[in-house]
């Protein structure tokens, strides 16, 4: 049989490459490998939350940083007087109310001064008209005790009236004392983002802001690599997809470190990606095609190391290769 084939060497080629054929499509029904990795961990963009020009930058490219540790500044001084000018606007709103109140105790006295009169008034008609009855008070008292009665329901009125505007200035005042408190916190909050921390220990990208730099609200100003979450990134053709599952073991070797073995697990598998780079960037895009050759599409898988090498560091983009077996 040998002998024949190598009397037919195309007969020995096509048979060699049927072989290594099926031997491929055999591997792929209990491992998946892909070069296609690179080692993540979580990266936090600090951008800018106000605008003004950078005062200090307290970092630099490359450098470890810990948890709350000063990274930049952003001129305080415009903020600082906000936050003062707003101090004093509530300072004026509680003043306005204490004053609103006292005009509330002022017409509520008045009321009351008005109310007795009213009532002696009444009282005096009365008297009036049972002399008036008996023929002991001539027409005229009657007429001017009648006269008072008017007098003192319509002061009566008036005093209720004036009441009624003191209350409702006492609401008012209470309503701008709110407003003013918002804008104070509102100014006291954009003061305190003029200083900004890292959130959490890490190392800084490489940046391009400098001192003396304008910032608008949302420039990104660096980016702090983090050690949470380090993990590989494989994109895994489509095929191996139905055969991949959680906690699966993987075998990988790290461009850092490339003559070395480790272990892993697989700890995430992407639900989608998209199809098209332009769609929105929540969703993973994987390049389909390289210089001139379409690839299947492939699907990012998330692969946790037991344990990560002591003293390798972490390279966030590093290259990979991963042997996912099912």
């Known amino acids: 049989m040998l002998s024949r084939l190598l009397r037919h060497p195309v007969l020995l080629i096509v048979g060699t490459v049927v072989g290594l054929f099926a031997l491929y499509e055999i591997s792929v029904r209990f491992v998946a490998y892909t070069g296609d990795a690179y080692v993540m961990s979580d990266i936090v963009v600090i951008s800018s939350e106000i605008e003004g020009p950078v005062s200090r930058l307290a970092v630099q490219n490359n450098q470890s940083v810990a948890a709350n540790q000063l990274l930049f500044e952003i001129e305080r001084t415009p903020y600082a007087l906000k936050a003062q000018e707003a101090q004093a ?30 009532t002696n008034a009444q009282d005096q008609l009365n008297r009036v008209k049972t002399l008036e009855k008996e023929g002991y008070s001539p027409e005229a008292t009657l007429d001017i005790a009648t006269r008072d009665v008017a007098t003192a329901g319509a002061n009566v009125a008036a005093a209720e009236a004036q009441l009624s505007v003191a209350t409702r200035r006492v609401a008012v005042a209470g309503a701008v004392i709110g407003s003013a408190e918002a804008a104070l916190g509102k100014a006291q909050y954009d003061l305190s983002k003029t200083v900004m921390s890292a959130p959490e220990a890490g190392r800084i990208t490489p940046f391009t802001v400098r001192q003396g730099d304008y910032l608008r609200t949302g420039t990104p100003v660096l980016a702090i ?48 990606v998209s199809r098209s780079p332009d769609n929105p960037q929540v969703v993973p895009y ?31 983009g590093a290259d990979a290769r991963v042997l996912i077996r099912f």
């Open 89 to 118: 606007a509530l300072a004026q709103a509680k003043a306005d109310l204490d004053l609103a109140n006292d005009e509330v105790a002022a017409a509520r006295a008045n009321l009351t001064s008005a109310l007795a009169v009213q």
């Open 286 to 316: 994987v390049e389909p095609t390289t210089d001139w050759v379409r690839l299947p599409r492939r699907f990012p898988v998330e692969v946790t190391l037991d344990d990560w090498p002591e003293g390798l560091g972490l390279f966030n």
């Open 225 to 272: 690599v983090t050690d949470r979450r380090r993990r590989v990134v494989a994109n895994v053709s489509e095929r191996h997809l139905a055969r991949i599952r959680i906690g699966q073991r993987v075998l990988l070797t790290l461009g850092s470190d490339p003559w070395a073995v480790h272990l892993g697990r697989v700890s995430g598998i992407a639900g989608g």
